[in-house]
């Protein structure tokens, strides 16, 4: 099946500092989303993003198809961006979408 | 509030012991999903749902079923709950133009002892 794999595992930030997190994909996929989940467990969907590139607020993603990468650019991050971030495609000619392992976010003030 | 809950959010049970946890959803969608969350491994997919008795398997079904008699209830069951069962499952639906995963449940947190 489709392998997930995303970086870094890790990232601590201070306040107002701009990142880059990053998911590959093994395969070609139909979608791609992106969520994050607040330390209280609540996962919220942040982009679907196929392709191309969208912002929201201070969040914005970029997904690059053909080369199978998609990256999630948080910029003045906040400490309520805290949490883990997920990427999740569901591969070509499936129903199901796959989960990467995330990127555990720590924001300090 | 999305329209997605699950029941019930917390539980403890005996190994052996079979469990039902449900889904309900109040948005009409036609897809539903269960996930499991462990440390590590992110969320795994158990089963999903395509549509009103249409079921299949995801990364991680064995010891899993589900059923799905109506369009807003997904229901999955541990037919004999073991340790390693022990984790955060989680609801999600989504919509049939694009399969968009529009709403989480809150999880649930299964505990077998």
């Known amino acids: 099946g489709i392998q997930v794999e995303q970086s870094p595992p890790d990232l601590i930030l201070q306040e107002g500092a701009n990142s880059t997190l990053r998911c590959n994909f093994s395969?070609?996929?139909?979608?791609l989303q992106w969520f994050h989940q607040n330390p209280w467990g609540q996962l919220i969907n942040l982009f679907y993003?196929?392709?191309g590139t969208k912002q929201n607020g201070r969040l914005s993603a970029t997904t690059v198809a053909t080369e199978r990468y998609s990256l999630l650019y948080i910029s003045s991050s906040q400490t309520t961006d805290s949490g883990v971030y997920f990427c999740?495609?569901?591969?070509?000619?499936?129903?199901?979408?796959?989960f990467g392992t995330g990127t555990r976010l720590k924001v300090l003030a | 509030d999305a329209g997605i809950t699950q029941s019930p959010r917390h539980k403890v049970t005996e190994t052996g012991t079979p469990v039902t946890l449900r889904c309900h959803q109040t948005?009409?969608?036609?897809?539903m999903y269960w996930y499991r969350q462990d440390p590590g491994h992110g969320l795994r997919l158990i089963h999903y749902?395509?549509?009103?008795?249409?079921?299949d398997k995801g990364e991680v079904s064995d010891g899993y079923s589900v059923s799905r008699s109506k369009t807003e209830d997904f229901l999955l069951t541990l037919e004999s709950a073991t340790s390693s069962q022990t984790s955060v499952y989680f609801c999600?639906?989504?919509?049939?133009?694009?399969?968009?995963?529009?709403?989480f449940g809150q999880g649930t947190r299964l505990t077998v002892v």
């Open positions: 999600a639906i989504s919509d049939s133009v694009d399969r968009v995963v529009a709403f």
């Open positions: 395969d070609s996929v139909n979608n």
């Open positions: 993003i196929p392709s």
């Open positions: 999740a495609v569901e591969g070509s000619g499936t129903y199901k979408y796959i």
């Open positions: 948005e009409n969608h036609r897809y």
């Open positions: 749902s395509y549509g009103v008795k249409d079921t």
